[in-house]
């Protein structure tokens, strides 16, 4: 325990000069599930099989094939499928129902509560409308983030730097003041570290050679920042 809080004071000395908070959502403030994982990537095979008329199985050969090229996994799905990838997104939403894996979380409500004074905003490679409602059963008011920044804003999904930079417009800050928190390294933090931005990697015990620092929960955030 010494240890883990001598860790958290280095973290704290190391950024103190963060202003800015962006959040992935999936995975990223809630633990990731393993069957909404499965719902969401069966999701993705259906809206290329809709536009291509092509069977389950080759989707699926097609997809793994190009998703090893291309990080993001909508952005595959749009390439395979002919659309651009704001549609990819809100056409495989159809698909998914987040609402039935997630619940109210006090532990993330605490967290906000207590980094109140930070400036928050989402960067989400899925759509406002079900990020809203995601949101609402985890117990998180909109209120607490400037903005929630999707494909259908700035037209492309992370890692495209094009939303971190929308961010950096807005608020005007050095790269360095704002700290990404995702919980996929080449989506989220990659674009991020080559823009400036600090990173960190959540849900993980293994330390991250691309985050500047890893955390085992979301919730640790707290004990790493002012």
Known sequence: KKRRKNSWNRYKTMFSNIKVLIWDFDGTMYKPIPELWKEIREAEYRTIMDHTGWPHERAVEEFTKLHEIIPSATATVASL????????????????????????????????????????????????????????????????????ITSEIVGENKPSEKGFRYILDKTGLPPDQHLMIGDREAVDLVPAKNLGMKTCLVWSDAPSPVADFTIPTVYDVGNIIK
């Open 81 to 148: 499928s002919s659309i651009r990838t704001p549609q990819a997104t809100l056409y495989g939403e159809r698909y998914i129902d987040r609402k039935k894996y997630l619940h109210r979380d006090e532990k993330l409500i605490a967290l906000f509560k207590k980094i109140h004074h930070l400036t928050h905003y989402m960067l989400v490679n899925g759509v406002q409308e079900s990020t809203l409602e995601s949101l609402g059963v985890l117990g998180l008011s909109t209120d607490r983030f400037i903005e929630i």
